[in-house]
């Protein structure tokens, strides 16, 4: 698992009640947690549901300690967990049957941690999502979680909508087709983390070419409980592929996930919630390796304010 979860350390926040496990193909209220993350009900075993975190950057499924002991699960092994503060070993559970479609996940392995780091009962990692689809809808606040086999192919069919090849890499999708300036950045998506963070070399390129101001010394706080010291920048010109952001809040740090990716040499970023929530929607296939991204036709929603234009 990687620098999931990322937090500027926030007090604990509470989610609402989730509704019952969707079918394939079903729409899904989702619920902020305490770092305006998704949470998505999720079934195990036939119990539930239970709220999870679903996280694109994290390589493993996740438990709170809480939720394994209350459904009886006991430990049966350890695994390492990277988090943004550095590598860590926890006990294991094996999850029999895991949900958030018609189709379970079967006997997952995943580490427990505890529930007030995670800020949610679980994440909904890569082991579990690489076989399907996911198409956030910010303007409507629902997530809808697909096979892979049943999703549609993404495509750009209209002007409001730009669609981005990725590449994989232990799990997680990286994109090519984004900048700083002229300056090219690998995009990791990342909708577990709160804030879009950037390694040291991005932070180098975009304060040279003057696009970056206002550093503010902040601490990020993992899910294993871990902090890490870290500047909060302004980021202007910003492109993800022919989108252009203005204004965008990131977070410079060097952090160990870059290095496990082999990205910490060249300018590289975790794309995040506050520069996603930018959108009206994002979609994300694991299958085909493209991610969509909807912008906004007006600027009526906020946190969309700092779109820019499609280039």
């Known amino acids: 698992m990687n620098a999931l979860a990322i937090a500027v ?12 496990p969707p079918a394939a ?31 694109t950057g ?20 350890s695994a390492e967990v990277h988090s943004i503060s550095g590598a860590q070993r926890f006990e294991t559970v094996t999850v029999p049957s895991l949900s958030v479609t018609s189709t379970p996940v079967r006997n997952v392995q995943a580490p427990v941690l505890k ?29 809808t979680v697909t096979p892979a086999s049943k999703t549609p192919e993404l495509k750009a069919d209209d002007d409001d909508t730009i669609v981005i090849r990725a590449r ?25 983390a709160e804030h879009s963070v950037g390694n040291l070399a991005m932070r180098k390129a975009a304060l040279k ?3 970056a101001t206002l550093l503010i010394p902040t601490t990020l706080q993992d899910v294993a409980g871990g902090t890490v010291p870290a500047e909060i920048g302004i980021v202007n010109d910003m492109r993800l592929g022919t989108v252009k952001l203005t204004g965008m809040p990131i977070a410079f ?9 082999g990205l910490d040499k060249r300018p590289a970023m975790l794309l995040g919630m506050n520069t996603l929530r930018a959108f009206n929607q994002v979609a994300v296939d694991f ?8 912008v906004p036709g007006d600027s009526s929603r906020e946190d969309a304010t700092r779109l820019a234009s499609i280039q």
């Not at 890499?169 to 300056?183: E, Q």
């Not at 740090?253 to 496990?260: G, I, K, T, W, Y």
């Open 253 to 261: 740090a060097d952090l160990p996930v870059f290095r496990q990716l």
């Open 209 to 211: 070419r003057g696009k």
């Open 9 to 20: 350390l926030l007090a604990a926040g509470t989610t609402e009640p989730a509704p019952p």
């Open 58 to 77: 994290a390589e493993r499924t996740v438990l709170s300690e809480e939720l394994a002991t209350t459904l009886g699960l006991g430990r049966t092994g």
């Open 168 to 192: 994989s890499r232990l799990g997680r999708l990286i994109l090519a087709d984004a900048s700083v300036g002229l300056r090219r950045i690998a995009v990791v998506i990342d909708t577990g």
């Open 115 to 143: 529930r007030g780091n995670l800020g949610a009962e679980g994440l909904l990692g890569i082991d579990s999502l690489q076989s399907k689809a996911i198409l956030i809808d910010f303007g409507q606040q629902t997530i």
């Open 25 to 55: 193909n079903e729409d899904v209220d989702f619920g902020a947690d305490r770092s305006l993350r998704m949470t998505v009900p999720v079934s195990i075993g036939g119990q539930g549901p239970f709220d999870f975190v679903v996280d």
């Open 287 to 294: 299958a085909t390796r493209k991610v969509r991204f909807v």
